[in-house]
């Protein structure tokens, strides 16, 4: 039986990210001022009273309204709505109830669901103020007057939460997903692909760039295993993130790339590899992630019997950091080629957990020196003694030799050349760590 899911909605700007939080307990969504910032549904897990569920912060709803964006966040409230047991409509103290406040508790009361009303940004503890009372007008029960902003009454609303959470089954086990970060410059298809891969409108998909601004986590299961997609924020040049909130995002999609297992970096295919791509590509390089170079929208380029062994050279030579990486072809809006990611993210997952034994290891290392001389530095020879490995996620090996300065990069790429030519190890980047007599 999946978790509990509690629902967080409501018109823009009345606290709605504030107080998502509050529970989840550490800064995930975007907090501003400016209404709007939360366009998609952001996931978290939570607790209360020793059961763990499932938050869901959604952008505020605008019942009536021609702005595209207002729109799709109107859809994505509505969606997280339907998949919850719970919802929290949040209002504010301060404006009272507005006409928008009516038109979402009467959206809630046709959704049949529970719903616990809070009236938000009563921030002196006591008795409530006059205006507390006005709430009761929604027709909604009675409401709970919290503080997000210094967590009053947040432990009595979730308690009323608590009331209506499912029975917990006992006998369910939980698996471990493999957590996938799909990233990427803007307007590449992240959100296309999460959204084919589900089946359904999951993220807002916009021709806008920058449309997605939180990470944004989706559990998924098939017959490749558990996975849990977190689509992200497209990541733009430093020059261009002007906005508190474009910064705030960037800083949202290096997170997601620093918990995910593996880095699915999506490449526009009419494009081809651009500088910014370099860049985004390199963030998971750094971070030592396992990861698939993703070229998309490879419906609309122009095809022989040639090309795609054309474009994967050329994708290598772009990224020649990154030549481990494999490279896949494929239509988000098609769904062309698709469902070979999920076999690509198991293998390239698995290559990066790889372990080897320290005997295996120092046999290819012995072959290794002996086909290629190591490098000498003013009558100095570099002398390697052995390797071990100590660490996955990725493969992290130790060398020991008598001079660490002797070890030039290039003959460490060789060494590296030699580990993947005899063992795979494809997808993954793999760590070196050299340490020398008297270390």
């Known amino acids: 039986m999946p978790k509990p899911v509690v629902a967080i909605v409501g018109r823009p700007n009345v606290g709605k990210s504030m107080l998502f939080n509050r529970i989840a307990g550490k800064r995930l969504s975007i907090v501003e001022d400016t209404p709007g910032v939360t366009r998609d549904r952001l996931y978290a897990d939570a607790d209360w009273r020793g059961r763990d569920f499932l938050l869901i912060d959604t952008g505020g709803i605008e019942p009536n309204t021609d702005d595209q964006i207002l729109k799709f966040m109107r859809q994505q409230a509505e969606i997280a709505i339907n ?117 359904e409108e999951r993220v807002i998909v916009s021709n806008v ?8 986590d989706t559990f998924f299961e098939n017959k490749w295993g558990k ?48 500088e910014q791509d370099t860049k985004v590509a390199g963030l998971a390089h750094e971070a030592g992630k396992a990861s698939v170079i993703v070229m998309n929208k490879w419906d609309l380029v122009d095809k022989d019997e040639k090309t795609m062994q054309k474009a994967e050279a050329k994708v290598h030579l772009d990224l020649s950091f990154m030549t481990y990486a494999p490279v896949a072809f494929i239509s988000a809006k098609t769904g062309q080629r698709v469902e070979r990611l999920f076999e690509l993210i198991c293998y390239v997952n698995n290559q990066s957990l790889m372990r080897i034994t320290t005997g295996a290891l120092n046999d290819v290392l012995s072959e290794a020196t002996l086909r290629v001389q190591p490098p000498t530095d003013k009558g100095r020879r570099l002398k390697v003694y052995y390797m071990t490995q100590t660490g996955v996620k990725p493969p992290h090996f130790v060398i020991f030799c008598n001079d660490a300065e002797l070890f030039h990069f290039s003959y460490q790429r060789y060494i590296e050349n030699q580990l993947r030519g005899v063992f795979g190890l494809e997808g993954t980047p793999i760590r070196f760590t050299l340490r020398q007599k008297g270390d």
């Open 227 to 274: 996975f849990l997609f977190i689509d992200t924020a497209g990541i733009r040049r430093k020059s261009k993130v002007n906005e508190n909130i474009e910064f705030l995002s960037v800083l949202r999609a290096k997170s997601a790339i620093e918990r995910c297992d593996v880095c699915l970096i999506m490449v526009d295919a009419e494009e081809g590899v651009t």
């Open 209 to 216: 760039p920058g449309t997605t601004r939180d990470s944004v």
């Open 83 to 199: 998949t919850a047991d719970v919802i929290i409509f949040i209002t504010d103290l301060r404006t009272g109830i507005t006409a928008a406040d009516q038109d979402v508790a009467a959206m809630l009361q046709r959704s049949k669901k529970p719903i616990v009303l809070c009236v938000n940004k009563l921030d002196t503890p006591g008795t409530p103020p006059p205006d507390f009372y006005e709430f009761y007008n929604l027709g909604l029960g009675d409401p709970f007057g919290i503080s997000a902003l210094h967590g009053y009454g947040t432990g009595e609303l979730l308690d009323e939460c608590f009331k209506y959470f499912p029975e917990e089954d006992k006998n369910e086990e939980d698996s471990e997903a493999i957590k996938v970060a799909v990233i990427g410059k803007p307007n590449a298809g992240k959100s296309s692909l999460i959204n084919c891969i589900l089946g």
